[in-house]
C-alpha cells in the first residue's frame, strides 16, 4: 500500500535541558515534541519549524506531519511519537519566546518560556556573523563561536550548566560517525560518543551497522530514488518508499525530514518529504 504524507497535532511541547539550564540569548534551544498519531497504520515523518522574530516576542510554529498508509487495515492505536526541534542561537534575540501548533485551530498555544540574557558583554551572535572555530565538545558562550553544523548548548557538568558546541539531532542517522543522545538526564538530542547501532538491525533499510572499537554507526548504503511506478514498499529498493506524492499515481521515493536525509548532495528534501534533485 502506498504512503501519503499527512499533518498531524502537536501534544505538548517542552524545554528539552530545562532540568539544569534555562535558554539564553545567542545559545541554541532544543525543544521536546511529542506527535499524536492516529493509528497503527501511521508513522511519523517530519516537524518542521518557522521562526518570526517580534519587536518584544518572538514567535515559533511547529507543523508536525506523518506517514499515513492507504488503504490498509490499520489497527484502531494512537502512538505518540517523541521527537525534537532545534532553534537556532542566531534566529532569535528577543527575551520572550512563544511556540505554537500550526495545525492546530488558531495555531494553539503549546510553550512560553523567558530568555536569560548572555553573561558577557561581548556575546552578541546574529544570522550574518560568520562560523566561529570552537570543534564538536569545545566551550562557547554563543552559537557564532562554534564551527559550522554546531550549536552552543548546555550540558551539566559537575559546577553547574556548562555551554559547549555540539551538533544537534533527532535520529541517529543524523550523526555521521555516532548515535544521538535521547537521555534527558545529559545533554539530550545531539551527537554523542555512543553505538547507534549495537547490533546490525537496529540501523534503518538502506543502512548497514559499521561495528568499530568504538562506536559504531550506520552507513548510508541507499541508491537514488528510482521515482519508479509501485503499489507497495516491496517494489522499491531498501531506504525507498512507495509514495503517493507529487505525481498522479504512486512511485518509489526517499522519505526525508531535511536535506541530510537525503544520500547525495545532489539531492535536498522537497515536497512532499522527499528527496528530490537540486534545482540550479
Same mark, same amino acid.
Given at each position: 500500500?502506498? #504512503? @501519503?504524507?499527512?499533518?498531524?497535532?502537536?501534544?505538548?511541547?517542552? /524545554?528539552?535541558?530545562?532540568?539544569?539550564?534555562?535558554?539564553?540569548?545567542?545559545? +541554541?534551544?532544543?525543544?521536546?515534541?511529542?506527535? %499524536? /498519531?492516529?493509528?497503527?497504520?501511521?508513522?511519523?515523518?517530519?516537524?518542521?519549524?518557522?521562526?518570526?522574530?517580534?519587536?518584544?516576542?518572538? *514567535?515559533?510554529?511547529?507543523?508536525?506531519?506523518?506517514?499515513?498508509?492507504?488503504?490498509?487495515?490499520?489497527?484502531?492505536?494512537?502512538? &505518540? &511519537?517523541?521527537?525534537?526541534?532545534?532553534?537556532?542561537?542566531?534566529? *532569535?534575540?528577543?527575551?520572550?519566546?512563544? &511556540?505554537?501548533?500550526?495545525?492546530?485551530?488558531?495555531?494553539? /498555544?503549546?510553550?512560553? *518560556?523567558?530568555? !536569560?540574557?548572555?553573561?558577557?558583554? $561581548?556575546?552578541?551572535?546574529?544570522? #550574518?556573523?560568520?562560523? +566561529? @572555530?570552537?570543534?564538536?565538545?569545545?566551550?562557547? !558562550?554563543?552559537?557564532?563561536?562554534?564551527?559550522? +553544523?554546531?550549536?552552543? /548548548?548546555?550540558?551539566?557538568?559537575?559546577?553547574?550548566?556548562? #555551554?559547549?558546541? @555540539?551538533?544537534?539531532? $533527532? @535520529?541517529?542517522?543524523?550523526?555521521?560517525?555516532?548515535?544521538?543522545? *535521547?537521555?534527558?538526564?545529559?545533554?539530550?538530542?545531539?551527537?554523542?560518543?555512543?553505538?547507534?547501532?549495537p547490533y546490525p538491525q537496529d540501523c534503518p533499510a538502506g543502512f548497514s551497522c559499521v561495528i568499530r572499537d568504538s562506536p559504531s554507526f550506520c552507513?548510508?548504503?541507499?541508491?537514488?530514488?528510482?521515482?519508479?511506478?509501485?503499489?507497495?514498499?516491496?517494489?522499491?529498493?531498501?531506504?525507498?518508499?512507495?509514495?503517493?506524492?507529487?505525481?498522479?499515481?504512486?512511485?518509489?521515493?526517499?522519505?526525508?525530514?531535511?536535506? %541530510?536525509?537525503?544520500?547525495?548532495?545532489?539531492?535536498?528534501?522537497?515536497?512532499?518529504?522527499?528527496?528530490?534533485?537540486? &534545482?540550479?
Open positions: 500500500m502506498p #504512503w @501519503k504524507l499527512e499533518p498531524r497535532g502537536i501534544n505538548s511541547v517542552r /524545554l528539552a535541558a530545562e532540568s539544569f539550564a534555562r535558554p539564553r540569548t545567542g545559545s +541554541g534551544v532544543a525543544l521536546e515534541v511529542e506527535v %499524536q /498519531l492516529l493509528s497503527g497504520c501511521e508513522e511519523f515523518a517530519r516537524l518542521d519549524l518557522v521562526l518570526v522574530p517580534g519587536n518584544a516576542t518572538d *514567535f515559533v510554529t511547529l507543523n508536525a506531519y506523518a506517514w499515513v498508509q492507504q488503504g490498509g487495515a490499520c489497527e484502531p492505536v494512537a502512538p &505518540v &511519537v517523541t521527537t525534537a526541534a532545534h532553534l537556532p542561537g542566531r534566529g *532569535f534575540g528577543n527575551m520572550r519566546v512563544v &511556540v505554537s501548533d500550526g495545525s492546530a485551530p488558531g495555531g494553539a /498555544l503549546r510553550l512560553t *518560556f523567558d530568555v !536569560e540574557p548572555c553573561p558577557s558583554a $561581548t556575546c552578541g551572535c546574529t544570522v #550574518w556573523d560568520p562560523p +566561529g @572555530k570552537v570543534q564538536e565538545f569545545g566551550a562557547c !558562550e554563543t552559537e557564532c563561536d562554534c564551527a559550522a +553544523g554546531l550549536s552552543c /548548548l548546555p550540558a551539566l557538568s559537575a559546577s553547574g550548566a556548562l #555551554w559547549t558546541c @555540539k551538533r544537534p539531532c $533527532t @535520529k541517529n542517522t543524523d550523526c555521521p560517525e555516532s548515535g544521538c543522545t *535521547f537521555d534527558s538526564t545529559t545533554m539530550p538530542w545531539v551527537c554523542g560518543s555512543l553505538d547507534a547501532c552507513q548510508d548504503q541507499r541508491m537514488a530514488p528510482t521515482s519508479g511506478p509501485c503499489q507497495c514498499d516491496a517494489q522499491c529498493l531498501p531506504g525507498q518508499r512507495c509514495i503517493q506524492g507529487i505525481r498522479e499515481t504512486p512511485t518509489c521515493e526517499i522519505p526525508c525530514a531535511d536535506a %541530510q536525509d537525503c544520500p547525495y548532495s545532489w539531492l535536498t528534501c522537497g515536497t512532499p518529504a522527499i528527496c528530490v534533485p537540486l &534545482v540550479d
